[in-house]
Structure formats: C-alpha cells, structure tokens
C-alpha cells in the first residue's frame, strides 16, 4: 500500500528536496519513520536555527528547502527566524506536526489550535489539509508557491495520523515558469534611460537571487549608469569594486533623496522604492521613478513611480537588448576608502581593520555571511564584494540568523569557503547552530566581534538622546569555550599577527573554526 508519507516522499525525490532541516517532535514521528537512506536529515537543537539554516540552504541551492518543526511549540520557537525568511524570499516549505485527528476535538495536549492562523503574515500560503488524503496534493502546491516569484515560505500543518493513510502519488510537474513582463512598459523605461542625461540604478537582492548580476553589469555599461545598492539589501547584486559602483543607499528618506538627487532618471530593480528605518525629514524631491519588480505589493507601496512586473533576470536582459549605447560621460568613479590601519602595540583592533585583514585572507569566491550590524558600514568600506565572492546576510533585521544561516549555506555548497562575521550579542541567538556546523562537519570560519554590548542599540539610544538605556551591555561571555563544548575548533584573537594566523590556519581547515575577536 503506497501510504501519505511513501506520495509525499516520491515528491520530494522529484523535485530534490531530499535534505530536510529539522528538530524532531512525538507529533513528527509518524512522517520520519523509516527514513530513507536517500534522505538527508540535518538536526538543529532549536527550531530558530533549524529554520534560518534552511532559509541560507534554499537562497544557495536555487530550490525550496524543507523544514520540519513540532506542533505549536516548535514553530513558536521559529517565528523569528520565519519573519527573516519572508522578508528574505527564502521558498521553505514549512511542515508542522499535528496532534492526530481523532483528538482534535478535545484540544489535546500538543495540539495546535488554530494551526494556519500561527504563522501568518509570514507565509504565502497556510494550510492543514481536511483529509489526510488530500496532504500530498497539499504538499505539492506549497511547493509551487513557495517557488514561484515572489519566492517565500508556506506552511503546511499535517496531523499525525495523516502520514499512514493509503494515497496515490501526484504527477511532480516541473516548476512554473516565470512570467514575461509587459513589452511597452519595458519599452518605456528603456526610452527613460536612452533620453536621461544622468540616469541611475538601484539594484536589490533581489538580483543576485536570480542570478542577474551579469545582465545588470551589462546593462549598467551599455547606458553608463551609476548604480546604487538598495538600503538593507541582503545580498551583493553588482560589483562593488567596478567604477560604475556608486555605494549603498541609507536606511532614511533625507538620505536617500540626497544621494538621488543628481539623476534625471532611476530605475529600482529587485527592491522596494525604498526600505527605512531612520526617521528623517523627507529631503529633495526624488528623481523620475520607475520600480521593476517580481512583487506587485513592492510595486503597489511606491504609487507615485511607473511600476513593472517583471523578474530581475528577465527584465535586465530585456532592458539590455533595447537600450541605445550611450555616448554620454560615465560618472566619476567612487573614491575608495583607505585601508584601516593596523593597531599599534597593545591597542584593541578595530573591526575596520578586522574587515580589511578578510579582504586581504578570503578566498576569491568565498561567501560571506554578515551579522554584525553595528559595524555594517566599516564592512562596506573595508571589504567590497565582487563576483565570484558572495555576500549574505537578512533582511529583516530579526538578529539570530547570521550564525546558523552560515550552517545552512555550507551545506547547499560544500565545496565553497563560508565565512559568518557576527556580533557578539546577535550570535548568542542562535549559538546552538555550533552544534550542527560540527555535526555536519562544514567549511565555516565563525569570526565574532566582541564589543561586550549591543552596540546598534546603544547607536540608536546616542541619536535619539536617549539617555541611560539599560540591557545594553553585554560581557564575560566565552564564545572559544562555546564552541568547543559543541564540537568547534575555536581561538581567542588578541592581536592583529595572531588574527592572520588564525585566518590563514582556518582557511585551510575542511572543519568549522570559530575566532573570537576581542576590540
């Protein structure tokens, strides 16, 4: 008898989604029973690592990833990380045990009341199917929406007696294709771009997740368009040491229309039109706008520029095709920072300097997974990122993601150098991923920047005159023993000759390291 769990398997095997992150629950035994040895199971030892894992694994593997967590409690414990993977685009396909139905009348111990109502907002989609019949159909259109632009996570809560329940298998069609934007108004934003005299890009991440950062380079030199990064942008979608680079949008309005101003013509690609978190007077009035997005409601929040829906790919190689080469001026190229000097003896190392030892040490094409908010700008200066080097980080401003998501994007490329730089205060969300970097044996050098508070807060409490905040510092946490405890090569790093050691040593290590990086 082909049963739910044997349908749902055969999809998964269909579509790979054979690695399924999880932290297993009694209400999840009956879809784990005899696991298949062509499955991957990655444990994490707290659902907010489990699901920031599988969020950094999906983004890196191009595919949905599957989550597994119990009832109620379990995706209690992975809302945080949920918000960051909506806010990400993560395709997750979230599957949540359920007491058995036969229970479910008498709110049982370990049920989940009101299942589909829990994640939401954070979910394109929440279900617990009405028979147990109907979960592989289920599972199948979770995993059409969750792949489907705008990517993002759904949410499928299946009771336990579901899984032993006779089924037949769907048909595991190929994923949808994505949608063709609308030829005129493509059109008009290359008709912008070929009459403006001083035109200007702002890419998101957006661009990188569908790998358009070559078609937006190209774009870029065709019509000699200075291009900016989108404020928070979670990923690196053009080159920031290329000339036309012009650096990253600020999280305010005064901020964002100071740097605009210049332009006669922008164009947002893959971001919204625009993310703030700083109040601020509003500043000049904004150049023409036209925001070309996957995401109508990204589109909708910025009524006053011409939208298009389009996916980034699609659109930049369309755009590519009918501009005009320009015989315009470039514009001025953007100076670069000095490098960050180099303590003198006995002096603490700035992260500045910690960021330009990286540039110095990295790999070309590793990854870099960044969770240190506090010193966000110094990493901008100090180490630019360019193809084949990669950059992560979230989108949500939600801390805890940084450390496991570092796990979960070794995972979806082995064979690639992951480097995960936090703070000290955000890697203590989510500490327990240590555990499944060692289990998993990954290539991941950890590099904590210790500063003993939370150093974004106290930024924020100085601006706004705040006064005495309390819960800000932090201290005397042991990150070295941390890590061994879980199975981590780790060193305390004191001095700028014992950090390059240590880089150098760890690079060459196919196991995780965790530096702590005293300032």
Known sequence: MTTVRDAVRALMRGWKLTTVFGNPGSTELTFLADWPDDFRYVLGLSETSVVA?????????????????????GLGHGLGSLVTAFHNRAPLIVLAGQQSRSLLPGDPYLGALEATEFPRPYVKWSYQPARGEDVPAAFARAYHLAMQPPTGPVFLSVPADDWNLPATIPRAGPRIAPFSPDPEALASVASALDAS?????VVGAAVDADNAVSEVVELAEKTLTAVWAAPFSARSSFPENHPLFAGFLPPNPAGVAGALAPYDCVVVLGAPAFTYHVVSANGPELPPLHVISDDPQIL????????????????????????????????EP????PPAPEPGPGMPMSPAFVYRTLAELLPEDALVVEEAPTHRGVLQEQLPIAPPRGFLTMSSGVLGYGLPAAVGAALAQPARQVVAVLGDGSSMYAIQALWTAARQRTRVVFVILDNGEYGAVRKHATRNDAGKVPGIELGGLDFTALAQ??????HRIDTATHLRSALTSAFTSAEPTLLHVTL
């Open 53 to 73: 894992m599988a969020d950094a694994f999906a983004q890196l593997s191009g595919n949905a990833a599957v989550v597994n967590v119990h009832s109620a409690g």
């Open 197 to 201: 005299t001083r035109p200007a890009l």
């Open 300 to 331: 909708a929040r910025a009524p006053e520029a011409a939208g298009v829906l389009a996916t980034a790919r699609t659109a930049a190689a369309h755009l590519k095709a009918l501009v005009r080469t320009a015989d315009r001026p470039a514009p």
């Open 485 to 490: 405890g879980m199975g981590c090569a780790a």
């Open 334 to 337: 953007r100076k670069p920072a």
